[in-house]
Structures are given as C-alpha cells and as structure tokens.
C-alpha cells in the first residue's frame, strides 16, 4: 500500500504529495510533507521534503501513516512538527 501511494505521488507530481510520520536515526518522529521523486532500491525513496526545501533520503521502514495529500492543499514552506509536539497537540 505505501509503495503505491508513493508511485502515485511520483506519476502525478504536479497534483500530489505525501504526508508522513518520520522515525530518524536518533529515533525522533516528525510528520512531514513530502513530494516523492523516485525509488532508490527496495528500501528508500529520494523526495523533495517541503519542510525543508530539499531533497532528502527516506528509508521506507522508518515513513509511518503515510497519505496521499492534493499539492494545491500545500504550501511551502510546510513545518515540521516535532513529536512532542504532536502528543501535546492530542
């Protein structure tokens, strides 16, 4: 299911993006905003992070609740929201 969100993102890049939790190597959970460029192997994709304003590496076992989001819904630049932000936000 991830892998065919991300393959639509990719094929309609000018009409979708994606927006995910992200487990970095530390271990911290941000959401992000992201728009898919392509696969890199089996196990990561490269992609423009709009929170950012660059193009990052994304290990798919680490992208959690991953959804298929209308670019016209996005504007850059997106936050990024830390999870203890998220929690306090709950």
Do not use: W
Not at 37 to 47: A, E, P, Q, V, W
């Amino acid at each position: 299911m991830m892998n065919r969100i991300l393959r639509q993102a990719m094929q309609d890049c000018d009409n979708y993006v994606i927006e995910m939790d992200y487990d970095d190597a530390k271990g911290n959970r941000t959401h992000r905003v992201v728009s898919p460029i392509r696969f890199m192997g089996s196990y990561r994709f490269l992609g423009l992070c709009l929170c950012r304003e660059q193009p990052r590496q994304f290990q798919l076992s680490r992208c959690k609740n991953i959804r298929l989001v209308r670019a016209e819904q996005v504007s850059m630049p997106m936050p990024i929201i830390e999870s203890s932000a998220m929690a306090a936000a709950v």
